[in-house]
């Protein structure tokens, strides 16, 4: 059995890419969802997708670390101090997902309603745990938020770095290209 590989696997890869458009898209939706006013048409539209989508995504996370646990992945180019940065960047980037999870199901059930996943299932609400749950939590979520768009822009620019300046297969692993 070979347990060294060239580049991410397919479904590896799928995931990677499909987190980064709906991070980058959550994030802009966010931003634009709290200048909304009650009278706007996408006032619950908005929201409700942004919901769904975020729900749809911390499963699609869970389903990452699963395949990350059970796959090879290919090692991590660079010098040491690279390496080390590359793994605790990706660390805090999962514990930030975790954060924003939490803050935004602490927020949308703080009223004690189900979040209703596009009229497929629904999400239990919890109800008000604590004082000022929904205003505490979208602070948390706010700035959890803006941490993982910078720390995802400094993965992005790491790639770009090792593709157009180191000129190794970092980038090329996660396209499924050869060098």
Partial sequence: M?????????????IHWLSAIAIIGLFAAGLW???LSYYSEWYRTAPHWHKSIGILLSGLTLIRLVWKSVTVSPGIEGNTLEKWAAKIAHGLMYIVLLILFTSGYLISTADGRA???????????AGALFE???DL???????????LIILAGLHAMAALKHHFIDKDNTLRKMIGASK
Avoid: C, S
Wanted: charged content about 20%; hydrophobic content about 50%.
């Fill in 2 to 14: 070979k347990t060294e590989v060239e580049n991410y696997n397919p479904i590896a890869r799928l």
């Fill in 33 to 35: 969802m709290v200048d």
């Fill in 137 to 147: 939590a979208g602070e948390i979520h706010f700035y959890a938020a803006w941490t």
């Fill in 115 to 125: 979040i209703d996943i596009f009229d497929w299932f629904a999400i239990p609400g």
């Fill in 132 to 134: 000022g749950q929904a």
